[in-house]
């Protein structure tokens, strides 16, 4: 697969940049991290020849404990699935999930790559993707949201939507 579909060697485009939130309306007082959007190229396994897949991985600290990862190929409809964060960081790592998502790495010719499983129904499909690019995009969710730091950034989410129903 090396090349032809994607490159397992490209830089990994994630991007995340602070958002300032008004409190009072005159001062900047917090900084929340925007969502941590990394668009990449996948490998739709079928048949003999993969299939390339522009893919978005997105994570939103409004919802720390799942990311979402988009499918475009090529057609007006985009397919969104949403899972775990720490399936997919563990997924890197060793065989895990079940039922519609499973998630494992292997490595083809010296490249390190993620397999991911999906199954709706009786329709199913797989795509891999490089671990370069997962490995990218978790170290940034991490930095906006540590990894067991998920139900801490809820209760701050909660509390500022407090703040602002009071005002």
Known sequence: MGGKVFDTD???????????HRQD???????????????????L????????????LRYDSAEPYSIVIAFNAGTDM??????????LDSGRRRLDGFGDIQIWPTE??????VYMSFRSGWESFVVAASAVVIDEFLKCTFEV????EERSSLAVESFVSQLSDET
Request: glycine share 8%.
């Open 108 to 113: 083809i010719r010296g490249h390190g790559l």
């Open 45 to 56: 396994l079928e048949e003999e020849v993969p299939l390339p897949v522009i893919t978005d």
């Open 145 to 148: 949201v540590p990894l067991g």
């Open 78 to 87: 985009v397919i969104e699935w949403e899972l775990g964060r720490e399936l």
């Open 10 to 20: 490209d830089e990994p485009e994630c991007v995340h940049e602070d958002r300032r």
């Open 25 to 43: 309306g005159h001062a900047e007082s917090d900084i929340w991290p925007e969502p941590v959007t990394c668009r990449t190229v996948v490998a």
